[in-house]
Each structure stands twice: as C-alpha cells, then as structure tokens.
C-alpha cells in the first residue's frame, strides 16, 4: 500500500489549524493508520493510532480522521512545540509502509 | 521507565553483514511484534520488518527492499530482538530503531537508533 503525504511542507503560524493528508492506493483494512511526529535528532512518537484514536498522552488538540482510503491528522490550534515532521504509517497489509512525511514549519 | 537499545551498528563495506541488538527493560516484549524502521540522513522512515508474537509463531515480515537479504529474530528469554544483516549496500546506510507497540497502553516503544553505514 502506497501512501501519498500532503502537502510536503506546510507553513502555518502558533495558534493556527493544521490539516494534514495521507491517501492510500488501496484500502486500509480496518482503518490500521498510524500518525507519527518526529523532531530532529529524535525516534518517531506516536500520535494517533486505528486512523482516530489519541495514543496515552496526547493533547487533544491532534485528532484523527478517515473516509475511505483518505485520512487526515488536524492539529486544531498550533503549538510552538508542533512544528516537527508527520508521517502517516498502515500497519493493515505487510509490507508496512509509511508516507513520505510533511514538514510543519513555522511561519 | 522502559527502554529500548539498540546496539552493533558501526562502519561496514558492501557485501558484509552486521547483526544488530535490540534490548528491553522495563517491559516485556514476548507477547509484541518488534518491528524494524530505518531512517537514512534527511529522508523519511522505512519500514524494515518485523517479528511477530511467539503466539503468531514468531513469523516474520520484511519489506521489499530487503526481503533475502535480512533476518530479524527474538529472543524472548533475553527480552531481546535481533536484526541479521547481510550482503549489505550502500542504500542500506541509515539509522536503524527498533519499535514495539504496547497494546494495553496505547504507546508505542522506540530506541534511540543506532547508525549503519555501509561504504567502500
């Protein structure tokens, strides 16, 4: 299953929504996307997991959302500490595959 | 405070092998896949595989680009996964996690990588 991030870079401003894409070539079995956040220098941490579930410790201010094999991560009022890399990632059909990712960046 | 390290990485040249660690503590792996990710300078993540449960009869998974070539196991008495790299290339370079998903917390574990370059 191949997953197509957009856009590749987004630059927004603290306080601002961020809507996020991954589209899938095929159907997501059971909607089994992950979102994963990732800082210079550091491992992946987990976001969302099931397409809409908030992983422990969370802020709910990132929710998830699918329709079809569209799904989308929304980070309803940015933080300063949100400005990182996004990958989408299913863990449906083997080979598990991630998105090519999506630069939050700063305005 | 559960860990995950990863250890053997280092500086290899094409067509030599590397087996790499992945050791935890604080949390038992037995009944978790661990999966495999890389991550080469600048670019995006790559899944590598994975090794399931020993009640999915340890079956492993790989990702194409390395399907033959590696060998992922465990070693659940040891609370430790192992990556078996062989006839490495160049494109092999890149930070190797490991990660294991922990179901009933809903969080997932990851190392902190370590680092295999491949070069003549």
């Known amino acids: 299953i191949v997953l197509t991030q957009s856009p590749a870079t987004l630059t927004l401003s603290p306080g601002e929504r961020a809507t996020l894409s991954c589209g899938a070539s095929?159907?997501?079995?059971?909607?089994?996307l992950s979102w994963y956040q990732q800082k210079p220098g550091l491992a992946p941490r987990l976001l969302i997991l099931?397409?809409?579930t908030r992983a422990t410790g969370i802020p709910d201010r990132f929710s998830g959302s699918a329709s079809g094999t569209d799904f989308t991560l929304t980070i309803s009022r940015l933080d300063p500490e949100d400005f990182a890399v996004y990958y989408c990632?299913?863990?449906?059909?083997?080979?598990?595959?991630f998105g090519q990712g999506t630069n939050l960046e700063r305005k | 405070e559960v860990q995950l390290v990863e250890s053997g990485g280092g500086l290899v040249h094409p067509g030599e092998s590397l087996k790499l660690s992945c050791a935890a503590s604080?949390?038992?792996?037995?009944?978790?896949?661990v999966n495999w990710v890389r991550q080469a300078s600048g670019r995006g993540l790559e899944w590598v595989g994975r090794?399931?449960?020993?009640?999915?009869?340890?079956?492993?998974e790989y990702g194409d680009s390395v399907k033959d070539r590696f060998t992922i196991s465990r070693d659940d008495s040891k609370n430790t996964a192992y990556l078996q790299m062989n006839s490495l290339k160049t494109e092999d370079t890149a930070a190797y996690y490991c990660?294991?998903?922990?179901?009933?917390?809903?969080?997932?574990?990851w190392g902190q990588g370590t680092l295999v370059t491949v070069s003549s």
């Open positions: 990660k294991v998903h922990d179901s009933a917390n809903r969080v997932d574990y």
């Open positions: 604080g949390f038992t792996i037995s009944a978790s896949n």
């Open positions: 090794v399931r449960s020993k009640a999915k009869n340890s079956a492993t």
């Open positions: 095929q159907s997501v079995s059971s909607n089994k």
């Open positions: 099931d397409a809409s």
């Open positions: 990632h299913q863990y449906a059909t083997s080979p598990l595959t």
